[in-house]
């Protein structure tokens, strides 16, 4: 792939922790973060769950120090903390030092305010603040600002739930061709009642604990959650004699052109991404020790993506497991959620189980990993699939 | 190594006339209101009946602008399609919204939530072309097209496609005119004379939608329009800090004041913002062929699109609309047009263009 680009700092909020430490912790002891939903009113709360981050907006609002007419959404402070997180835990004093951006992705953006105020809007100035809010653009330049990057190249990405993987991939596309030497990158969304009840019309929601790959899967859980990895190009790392986390080694998006909602029934889309990205990387399937996969569990999804799976690696299926059943699926967050995982496989060794597996599927016969594994991780790939036939596969290694 | 880029054709759905690529704004259309609408081209030449019926504006125009840009291009399919909209499919999600609070989240159905999502034309047109390459869906505001372009340049450049279809598209929403209206980003006027909103010395714009697809590639075709040559988007810059952004921009791509032709500015009539143009109309580019577009098109996040239309027009009929001139200071050829938009003082573009 040429030049490496190494992944030098992360920051997250999840349903299992408030930085990536307590993620970490939550995932080595089998701690899910799914439950009833509480912070918001909604009349499916007895029949849904949910991965609900535990701050309230003014919890977050403080830690930021926002005045009092602040026009940040749930999901931009969740950004905001996340970014402000990957940026400290890189070791960045002078952000413009380098030539530094920015690209976030969110699906929801401002809409857990658009909703709460959208009649509001018409009779009360007190809420009028938040309208320009609402894009997801505008969340991302207020991330931006809070990370201190001024006059630079900030933009956000939505294609669904690989939305954050796919800002990894532009990220990365970015530092190779020397337009950057440094991006933050991932996403953030907050649990809101339109995507909420727009899952829910689909009927893709389970009612109960997420049960990723396994027979009698019902739906999945929805989450919330921001994350962010910083990437840095070899001259940065040089110069500022950088720890290395790991490194993008490979990345492939493809179109499954199949329906705007669901997968296609083998795969086709996911089985390209995957083979796109070991090609991209220049790596053979056996290379691959651990598959974060993007096992939503529903039916379609993990149909689909164990088919895909099974053309690519073949006979030998490396382990694989889905950390959606601690998280629940946090839309346009969950590639960059998932890449920390993978990092944080890759550093400590380890395979994170997949929570709740008990029955085999009965259409193939890989089966995920249900057990924290330790084992010697070389390469982890990460697989991110999404409405309007969006895949991605990221590949993370421990060596450039 | 690196390639060069090339627009080889264009597909345009505006507030003007402009999806027959035989005309180059010939017949302008003069608007009253403060918020606008397109032009529609029969759709049914385009679509089938039941998807023309069925389909939401925006995946309609955006469909429908880039199969007149693959047409003229000659091709059937592509590798890859990146697309940029500042706000959505808003109609969709406005119409959820508004049911769910309506109905206390009862008796909802999944169209609107599907046809809401950011990358639902994106994803539509993959469907259409059956293209199984990269797709991608940029959603920031007034630089959401152009980092679509710098996506597609990189990869350009770099050759990891050939042949690239990039669009911008927005549409507007009732209740998004209705807010935006309370705060004050459209125009206060009741009726208003759109051709002379440049000079209206009032605040807001004139909120209005459309579709503009290019296919881009590192071969030069027969239809070519211009070369791709730089783009850059920055998320805040002063007035003070304008010119020194636009020397840098010119001097990476080792060009001078003087090599610029002629340059696109997204004047949009708002009293507060329009003063960025003025530091270069006054400044740097006080000699040069001034031209705008938003008097012809309205304003939306991605109506830059446009404004890369108009520049890639110009280049190819070497020819300059009087509607869009701002002054009198035609060069003898057009070698290379700067386009530069902003939007309320945030998220800035610079892109270049040459003749091909």
């Known amino acids: ?400 | 190594m690196m390639k060069k880029v090339y627009i080889n054709s264009v597909g345009s759905i505006s507030s003007q006339k402009t999806f027959d690529n035989d005309e180059f704004l010939n017949d302008i259309i003069n608007y009253h209101t403060t918020n606008i609408s397109v032009v529609n081209p029969n759709y049914k030449e385009y679509l089938d009946a039941g998807s023309a019926r069925r389909m939401a504006k925006g995946i309609k125009m955006g469909v429908v602008a880039s199969k007149i840009a693959m047409d003229e291009a000659g091709v059937e399919s592509v590798d890859a399609v990146i697309t940029g909209t500042g706000m959505g499919c808003v109609i969709d999600s406005e119409k959820f919204v508004s049911r769910l609070i309506d109905n206390n989240e009862e008796y909802l159905t999944p169209t609107s939530f599907i046809q809401s999502t950011h990358n639902t034309v994106g994803g539509q047109i993959a469907l259409g072309i059956q293209c199984k390459g990269y797709n991608f869906t940029y959603v920031h505001s007034s630089s959401s097209f152009e980092s679509a372009l710098i996506d597609a340049k990189l990869q350009l450049t770099l050759d990891e496609a050939s042949t690239i279809l990039v669009g911008g598209i927005d549409e507007l929403g009732p209740h998004m005119i209705q807010v935006h209206g309370l705060i004050k980003h459209i125009k206060q006027e009741k009726t208003i004379d759109n051709l002379a909103i440049l000079n209206s010395g009032t605040e807001g714009a004139v909120f209005s939608e459309g579709a503009n697809f290019f296919v881009l590639s590192n071969g030069k075709e027969n239809t070519c329009y211009a070369e791709l040559v730089d783009v850059e988007i920055l998320n805040t810059l002063s007035k003070e800090r304008l010119e020194q952004q636009v020397r840098s921009f010119l001097n990476q791509n080792k060009m001078t004041i003087n090599d610029v032709d002629v340059i696109v500015l997204g004047n949009n009539g708002d009293v507060s913002f329009d003063e960025y143009y003025s530091v270069l109309t006054n400044g740097l580019f006080k000699n040069t062929q001034h031209t705008a577009y938003k008097h012809l098109s309205g304003e939306f996040k991605t109506v830059s699109s446009f404004g890369f239309w108009l520049g890639a027009k110009m280049l190819k009929t070497q020819s300059i609309p009087q509607i869009v001139k701002l002054n009198d200071n035609a060069p003898k050829a057009i070698k290379n047009v700067l386009i530069y938009n902003q939007y309320r003082g945030e998220n800035h573009t610079f892109v270049m263009l040459r003749t091909c």
């Open chain 1, 1 to 400: 792939m040429g030049a490496s680009i190494a992944i030098t700092g992360m920051g997250m909020l999840s349903a299992i922790g408030n930085n990536v430490q307590e993620n970490y912790d939550s995932l080595v002891q089998g701690k899910t973060g799914i439950s009833k939903i509480s912070r918001l009113s909604t009349i499916h709360k007895d029949s849904i769950m949910v991965g609900e981050i535990p701050y309230t907006n003014s919890a977050m609002e403080a830690m930021l120090g926002l005045p009092k007419n602040h026009s940040f959404s749930r999901t931009s402070l969740l950004g905001s903390l996340a970014a402000k997180q990957a940026v400290a835990s890189a070791g960045i004093r002078d952000i413009s030092k380098y030539k530094t951006g920015l690209i976030s992705a969110s699906t929801v953006g401002g809409m857990d305010m658009t909703e709460q105020y959208y009649y509001d809007y018409l009779e009360n100035e007190t809420h009028r603040r938040f309208i320009k809010e609402h894009p997801l653009g505008d969340g991302t330049n207020k991330i931006a600002q809070q990370i201190g990057l001024n006059e630079s190249l900030v933009t956000t990405i939505s294609t669904a739930c690989s939305s954050a993987a796919n800002a990894i991939i532009m990220g990365s596309r970015l530092i190779k061709a020397g337009k950057l030497d440094r991006v933050i990158v991932g996403g953030t969304d907050c649990l809101s009642k339109f995507t909420i009840n727009g899952f829910k019309t689909l009927m893709i929601l389970s009612d109960t604990y997420n049960t990723p790959f396994d027979e009698n899967r019902k739906g999945l859980n929805l989450g919330e959650a921001a994350a962010y990895i910083v990437l840095e190009s070899d001259k940065i790392v040089k110069a500022e004699n950088r720890k290395v986390l790991g490194y993008v080694k490979g990345y492939g998006n493809t179109n499954d052109a199949f329906h705007q909602t669901a997968s296609s029934e083998n795969g086709d889309g996911a089985t390209a991404a995957m083979e796109k990205t070991l090609k991209v990387a220049g790596v053979n399937p056996s290379q691959v020790d651990y598959i974060n996969a993007h096992g939503t569990a529903t039916p379609n999804n993990d149909l689909s993506e164990g088919r895909a799976i099974i053309r690519v690696f073949g006979k030998k299926v490396p382990p694989f497991s889905s950390t959606k059943a601690f998280t629940g699926h946090t839309l346009a967050a969950a590639g960059g959620v998932e890449a920390i995982y993978s990092i944080l496989a890759l550093q400590n060794n380890t395979i994170f189980p997949n929570l709740n597996f008990k029955t085999q599927m009965k259409e193939f016969n890989i089966t995920p990993e249900t057990h924290l594994v330790e084992k010697e991780l070389q390469m982890v790939l990460s697989n991110s699939l999404g409405f309007g036939g969006n895949c991605t596969s990221v590949l993370f290694s421990k060596e450039p």
